[in-house]
């Protein structure tokens, strides 16, 4: 992307009675010759241009028009990169253009309205032309000038004369303003601004009771004239009295003229009005009525103004049912927002290129049963390569939405409209490796005209079969969990829109676990006759390409399952060729082929895959028609078994117009079966056999202007989860028994479907949170990937899949905000698991949570095959975060069966609090020697660090209140005295009063030599510092002290829970925060570590601080803008720079290491503390337990933020008002639900209660409004 904003200008030509659209980019005469240019060639040219041919009937009008449509989005200013508003509006100049395009009937109709009333009016027309002259020199008109010497980078400084005619019409404007319009917002405005009109009219007393009550040498906008030269001067005409003229003033304003005495007058009668219209009351009618998208308004940092006591009306508040949404499958998704984009074009080179990195996961996985992971050396990243340099390529490009229902296995649509990352076939690190890519699948489009001329491409920028033709370029768009491709390729007819989504609805596990994803195509013909559109789907299932299938799967005891050798190997002369060789084996299941050696091994069982290059390989399977009530298939059935890869896999076909013809074919070569389609539109009688390609196709007659929708979904079925041999199981195979139930369930819901995601999406997507917070926050949900169900109702998450622990619980802790608040029973059912394990009364450690459910163990050569087995580490930020949840859980859900389970597992948070006493007691009220999740630090050599005495105190005050909840006051008391205890500690051992932060560790005293020499920490650091131990273990002897960023993330989650400050000193936090920003800051984010060793890890970005860093500050009330730009850097860098958002790593390497590229861990959960950020701007606070919900802000209306709690999604929204009454304005709330309910005793925001009488509760697609006087 270019970095100053020059983006791809697009002349669009499109109208109803164009037949012929042509663009030309080279120096050409084609145009005279013909009317017309010959075919688009792209490249740097000097010339573009776009043409329409329409044929004219005798007497026959019709209309051409071509649409220049222009994307500069960096506007300067002296240098100051101010930027253009539009750019909020649209996102590129093609966007621009449609959005003329499509509007332009009405574009033209409201110019003539505008027009209509002067040039239909009886006013004279003029014949005469006159014209003012401009000066040949002086300054630029708005500020001074000052274009000679760059002073100053500010477009707003405020100066100039001392004039007669602006203090007046300052105070004009705002009269005019206030008693022309009815809009709210500018009323309020207006009453916001009295106190600066009340100063101006107070200036132009002070300047005239005194001066004879009229200004006296004023100069004017007639400055040319030197009135300003004269005593008193009227706007009629003026005598100059020479006494009192100022003959310097003459001298240097010869001729100038100004009004002076009027503009007095204008004044004091705008005052007047003004003054009485301030305090004029009058009735405002209330409209309860839903807004569905509102306005995104720039955020505020100040906090609205209410008084002391603010009231709410008591006769507002009403409980109402949103306006219903559309109904229509294309309505819907074309009401959808989107807040990124990358396009990718047929001319785009991308290549991988080797990245140093700790570990990252691997492109492609040789092996089962091992971690996904490049580790300790290089991962391959893609680039684009520009003219030979390597550039970030677009956004969809190294990563995209990962579509699939939850749990169920995933793969992605990436945006030049290859398929990536496929797992749907079970697989994960403690069983199959992924597929890469599975060549040959892909979308494709068919388009013919009434007039005879047809068009066909494959959905691809660069198909893998270079006999398939592909499109000209696609534009990406991804929102979890919906991805959308728009096809941007002058050669076809029709406007051709993709959507791929999968169910996912907020507080619905079972729905959202369906197998199947949804591809839509919308199709528009905008021409002046009828044309003929197909759609189609193809999957190659039957051959896997770059891979191998030669190692038996493991058995539930360890062995080898089946191993034996292969039941033929033969030489064949391609892969096709070994494909046939195994079906025409009646007992084959599995194949492998060499394409090397030409060797082909068939074997009765099904073998594991793994990647190799230069090998093919698949497993047994038949195409077969299927049609079940609702949907008409084809399905591909698998062989017979019990491993991952045993089950089937189906294209059925749906639309909402009963006219829609499906086909389906077959075939085992993928160009005849795509030359069957492109000739037609459709397949040939579709025939079953065990052949390679299965495909799915559906035609619609489009008439000029009309849209219509074709609709393809992909159902799978495989229902045999191994873990290590162990068969588990999937739990969708409780809610379907085939990929043609998972398939039509899907496609019968397909609007159900698009509602429940737009209703996702709508508190994020119409807020007034900035754009990068909205779009990173949604999409963040992708990490979903990693999880599976499995059909025993174990619901269990990997770490990273190139980090394979499973629910390590302080890693849940970042993650955790979204899968608490969209399904609540997941996070429900991990917390079980981690009770089950804890540390028994009669070992070390007693009461302690384990770090995780089971630690990798992948690389043993006979690894644990018990998937929950409870170990790890010893841990500061684990016990607490167990506490952490619990108590969210009971405050935060109002559902009887979550609360029950969390009252039975007070006995265990308990003893977890009772081991948090345990090993503070004795050690100066601090926990000493653990370590936590930024492990690679080597804190835990350290006797005292800031990071673990904050999560001790969060488990302190979380361990408290929970108590206080249960009943045991004398446990809650004896959790507040350790917690008392242990913030004077933490200001004892950690403040540091010179440097005025608090250190990240004690170095002075307590110092494990033994412990950090054993630490990756200390073996890098002496690698990069020539052995130098004395600086790796005390860091730079000049630094004030080390620093941490991050110190205070259990501040976060305790700000988060209503807790409040865990300091003893909010000062000291506030300051510490500041040195954080000032010290640890680079250009990628905040460093881990500064003043202490130095080396790639400590200098590193860990990509949960910037967003922890911002949250805290917004809490604090500083500065919002300011803390949302810091949260910014780091998130924003991987939408808009990497354009990698749906693969974050978990740390960026810094100026040591790979300088703002990924460094260690993908896919990883660590980013989305920022979650966190929401709850910070709203002050969401809850009790549920009491029915108690309230909101302190911290912006100022008008905004719109989310409201999310357990299995609950909704909006606040404030608007102010003008007054109701004299003495005050309103503010008018809303709070409304998309998902869940919510039972109210008592709503607050602000301090300004709900007039709630007894209790309501508050349901899905309701919402509450009531009014609070300022």
Not at 292 to 310: E, H, Q
């Amino acid at each position: 992307m270019a970095t100053l904003g020059a983006q791809l200008i697009r002349c669009c030509a499109n109208l109803a009675s164009v037949s012929k659209v042509h663009l030309w980019l080279e120096n050409s005469t084609a145009f005279a010759s013909s009317g017309s240019f010959e075919a688009f060639k792209e490249g740097y040219l000097v010339n573009g241009a776009a043409a329409g041919t329409v044929e004219l009937g005798p007497g026959e009008t019709k209309g051409v028009t071509v649409f220049l449509g222009w994307y500069f989005p960096n506007r300067k200013f002296i240098g100051y990169h101010l930027g253009n508003f539009y750019s909020h509006l649209f996102k590129s100049s093609i966007e621009a253009a449609e959005k003329l395009r499509n509007s332009r009937i009405e574009a033209v109709s409201d110019i003539a309205k505008l027009h209509e009333p002067f040039f239909t009016s009886t006013m004279p027309i003029s014949r005469t032309s006159s014209s003012t002259a401009c000066p040949t020199s002086g300054t630029a008109a708005g500020g001074s000038g000052r274009l000679t010497t760059v002073s100053t980078l500010k477009m707003d400084i405020g100066d100039g004369r001392v004039m007669s005619d602006v203090i007046s019409m300052f105070i004009t404007y705002l009269l005019e303003l206030y008693t022309w319009s009815n809009d709210n917002d500018t009323l309020g405005m207006v009453r916001g601004l009295w106190p600066q009109a009340q100063q101006a009219a107070q200036w132009q007393l002070n300047i005239t009771q005194s001066n004879g009550y009229l200004p006296t040498y004023l100069v004017s906008t007639d400055d040319l004239l030197g009135l300003d030269s004269y005593n008193h001067v009227t706007a009629q005409q003026f005598i100059p009295v020479r006494q009192n003229m100022d003959s310097e003033k003459a001298t240097l304003r010869r001729g100038r003229r100004t009004h002076c005495g009027l503009p007095s007058i204008l004044i004091v009668l705008a005052v007047v009005l003004l003054l009485c219209w301030h305090w004029w009351s009058t009735q405002v009618l209330v409209l309860i009525v839903h807004q569905d998208s509102p306005v995104n308004i720039p955020i505020k940092s100040t906090p609205p103004p209410l008084s002391s006591s603010p009231k709410a009306e008591v006769n507002s508040v009403r409980v109402q049912k949103v306006t219903p949404r559309p109904t229509d499958l294309v309505d819907l998704l074309s009401s959808l927002s989107f807040k990124n984009y990358g396009i990718a074009k047929s001319s785009d080179v991308y290549v991988f290129n080797d990245l140093p990195c700790i570990y990252l996961e691997a492109q492609n996985v040789t092996s089962s049963y091992t971690s996904w992971s490049d580790t300790y050396g290089e991962s391959s990243y893609l680039y684009q390569s520009v003219a030979g340099i390597l550039v970030h390529p677009p956004s969809g490009m190294r990563s995209s939405v990962p579509l699939g229902g939850i749990s169920t296995g995933s793969f992605e649509l990436r945006a030049d409209g290859s398929f990536h990352e496929w797992t749907i076939f079970n697989q994960y690190p403690a069983g199959p490796p992924k597929f890469q890519t599975l060549d040959n699948t892909f979308m494709g489009l068919y388009v013919k005209r009434a007039s005879g001329s047809s068009a066909s491409y494959v959905l691809q920028t660069s198909p893998s079969d270079g006999r398939l033709p592909g499109v000209q370029s696609l534009m990406y768009q991804g929102a979890h969990p919906m991805s959308k491709l728009v096809v941007m390729d002058s050669r076809l007819p029709v406007t051709a829109t993709i959507y791929a989504y999968s169910r996912y609805k907020v507080g619905d596990m079972n729905t959202s676990a369906t197998p199947a994803v949804a591809f839509t195509a919308v199709l528009e013909n905008p021409l002046n006759e009828n044309v003929t559109a197909s759609f189609m789907f193809n999957f190659p299932h039957g051959i896997e390409p770059h891979t191998q299938r030669t190692v038996p799967q493991m058995s539930p005891n360890g062995t080898l399952y089946k191993n034996s050798p292969p039941l033929r190997s033969i030489v064949a002369m391609d892969t096709l060729s070994c494909f046939e060789f195994c079906n025409s084996v009646s007992i084959c299941s599995s194949w492998s082929y060499d394409e090397v050696g030409g060797t082909c091994l068939i074997y009765e069982d099904v073998r594991m895959n793994g990647y190799k290059d230069g090998n093919s390989a698949g497993v047994k399977g038949q195409w077969k028609a299927s049609t079940s009530e609702g949907a008409q298939c084809v399905t591909m059935h698998r062989v017979e078994t019990d491993t991952a890869a045993g089950g089937n896999m189906s294209l059925c076909g749906f639309s909402t117009d009963n006219t829609t013809k499906f086909s389906y074919g077959a075939s085992n070569d993928v160009y005849s079966l795509w030359q069957q389609f492109a000739s037609s539109g459709s397949f040939e009688a579709f025939k079953e056999g065990y052949l390679v390609n299965g495909a799915a196709a559906g035609t619609v007659e489009l008439g000029p202007g009309e849209t219509k929708e074709v609709t393809i979904v992909l159902g799978w079925y495989f229902p045999n989860r191994e873990f290590i041999g162990y068969r588990l199981g999937n739990f969708y195979s409780h809610l379907f028994k085939s990929s043609v139930e998972a398939a039509e369930k899907l496609g019968n819901s397909r609007i159900e479907a698009v509602s429940d995601i737009a209703k996702l999406h709508e508190p994020f997507f119409t807020s007034t949170m900035p754009d990068y917070l909205q779009d990173i926050l949604i999409n963040s949900l992708s990490h979903i990937r990693s999880a599976f169900w499995v059909r025993d109702g174990r619901w269990r998450q990997w770490e990273a899949y190139d980090c394979v622990n499973i629910d390590s619980v302080h890693n849940d802790g970042e993650r955790h905000i979204p899968y608490i608040t969209i399904f609540p029973d997941s996070e429900l059912n991990k917390i079980i698991a981690w009770a089950k394990y804890q540390v028994q009364p009669n070992l070390t450690n007693a009461g302690m949570i384990y770090e995780e459910l089971r630690q990798g163990y992948l690389d043993l050569p006979y690894p644990p095959r018990n998937m929950d087995i409870g170990d790890g580490r010893v841990m500061s930020d684990v016990t607490s975060m167990f506490i952490t949840y619990l108590l969210e859980l009971y405050t935060w859900s109002s559902d009887n069966d979550t609360l029950a389970v969390v009252r039975s597992l007070w006995p265990q948070a308990q003893q977890a609090a009772q081991w948090q006493l345990n090993i503070t007691q004795s050690n100066g009220y601090l926990p000493t020697y653990l370590v936590s999740t930024y492990d690679i630090l080597g804190l835990d050599s350290y006797k005292y660090a800031t990071y673990n005495g904050a999560f001790h105190l969060l488990a302190m005050k979380a361990a408290e209140k929970l108590a206080y909840l249960m009943g045991d006051n004398e446990f809650a008391a004896t959790c507040h005295e350790a917690f008392l205890k242990g913030q004077v500690a933490l200001d004892q051992y950690l403040w540091n009063e010179a440097a005025q932060y608090y250190n990240a560790y004690t170095v002075d005293e307590g110092f494990d030599y033994e412990r950090y020499r054993n630490s990756t920490n200390l073996t890098l650091c002496l690698y990069e510092s020539g052995r130098n131990e004395e600086k790796c273990v005390l860091g730079d002897p000049n630094s004030p002290g080390p620093l941490m960023s991050d110190s205070f993330y259990a501040q976060v989650l305790a700000y988060s829970l209503g807790l409040g400050t865990l300091v003893q000193n909010e000062t000291r936090l506030r300051l510490h925060m500041k040195a954080e920003l000032k010290n640890n800051d680079s250009p990628w984010g905040l460093m881990a570590l500064n003043g202490g060793a130095n080396n790639a890890y400590t200098n590193s970005i860990w990509a949960l601080a910037n967003p922890n860093w911002a949250t805290t500050n917004i809490h604090l009330l500083e500065d919002v803008e300011l803390a949302l730009s810091v949260a910014e850097k780091s998130l924003d860098y991987w939408r808009s720079v990497l354009n990698d958002q749906w693969n974050i790593a978990g740390l960026l390497g810094g100026t040591l290491a790979t300088s703002g590229l990924p460094f260690i861990t993908s896919h990883y959960g660590f980013f989305m503390t920022a979650w966190h950020i929401v709850f910070a701007l709203s002050g969401q606070n809850a009790n549920m337990t009491e029915g108690s919900l309230t909101f302190a802000p911290k912006v100022s209306p008008p905004f719109l933020l989310p409201v999310m709690l357990p299995g609950v999604w909704g909006y606040l929204e404030a608007q102010e008002f003008a007054p109701k009454r004299p003495d005050a304005g309103y503010v008018q709330y809303t709070l409304g639900l998309n998902f869940g309910s919510i039972p109210l005793q008592s709503l607050s925001i602000s301090g300004c209660s709900a007039p709630i009488n007894g209790s309501c509760t508050l349901r899905a697609d309701d919402f509450l409004r009531w009014d609070c006087f300022l």
